[in-house]
């Protein structure tokens, strides 16, 4: 989607190494998600954000770590690679309107990424 | 605990045919429910959005319904296309209060349809 990018769209990287992957949306929207795709396990959630500064785990956050300085950046960051973390990630955001209603999600195109 | 469920898990179809995708919750309290496509290797593509207060949504050829007291979903697929194939996932927020929320999936739907 053009409001959501992803980067970069690839990457291999060794055991042990940080890998920082960034989110970027252009849509002012407040709620930010990091999710990763293995076959087997569909999507889990990794972490997600509220607002600048406001974070919070998800189902698989161990090994990942976020950032949110700004509202269209979201970085992911996998302290030490490790081959289990070798997976596709999507981010997605998403924005509240009235309580319960115009609420949806918009992911980006993804990252795959390699440990080896 | 939400849990979402759909229903085949593959399913191939001649080009052409008119084809439903089922997608089941466990609890009847979402706020709204929303079908996505994913096509091999890419992103997620929004497909339709259908809110809590809604019975069903249309874009072009196909239709989503919402049973919300019988906890289901389908999405509706007319004259079914080659193009059409890929995997269809459904999704409920799990809502938090000002925190936003986090999808739930199923586990998706894979269509192949056939020339």
């Known amino acids: 989607d053009a409001g959501i990018t992803q980067s970069p769209r690839h990457k291999v990287t060794e055991t042990g190494t940080p890998v920082t992957l960034r989110c970027h949306q252009t849509?002012?929207?407040?709620?930010m998600y990091w999710y990763r795709q293995d076959p087997g396990h569909g999507l889990r959630l990794i972490h997600y954000s509220y607002g600048v500064k406001d974070t919070d785990k998800g189902e698989v956050s161990d090994g990942y770590s976020v950032s949110r300085s700004k509202t269209e950046d979201f970085l992911l960051t996998l302290e030490s690679a490790t081959s289990s973390q070798t997976s596709v990630y999507f981010c997605?955001?998403?924005?509240?309107?009235?309580?319960?209603?115009?609420?949806?999600?918009?992911f980006g195109s993804g990252t795959r990424l390699t440990v080896v | 605990k939400q849990e979402v469920t759909q229903i085949p898990a593959a399913l191939s179809v001649p080009e052409g045919e008119n084809l439903v995708l089922n997608c089941s919750f466990t609890?009847?309290?979402?706020?709204?429910l929303q079908w996505f496509r994913q096509d091999p290797g890419k992103g997620l593509t929004s497909l339709l959005l259908?809110?809590?207060?809604?019975r069903e949504q249309t874009s072009g050829r196909l239709n989503a319904s919402l049973d919300k007291s019988s906890g289901r979903s389908t999405l509706y697929i007319a004259a079914s296309q080659p193009g059409d194939s890929a995997t269809y996932l459904c999704?409920?927020?799990?809502?938090?209060?000002?925190?936003?929320?986090?999808?739930?999936f199923g586990q998706g739907t894979e269509l192949s349809v056939k020339p």
């Open positions: 259908i809110q809590s207060s809604q």
């Open positions: 999704a409920v927020p799990l809502l938090i209060y000002n925190q936003g929320g986090k999808l739930i």
């Open positions: 997605a955001i998403s924005e509240l309107g009235p309580w319960t209603e115009n609420y949806g999600y918009t």
């Open positions: 849509e002012n929207h407040r709620y």
């Open positions: 609890d009847s309290a979402i706020y709204n």
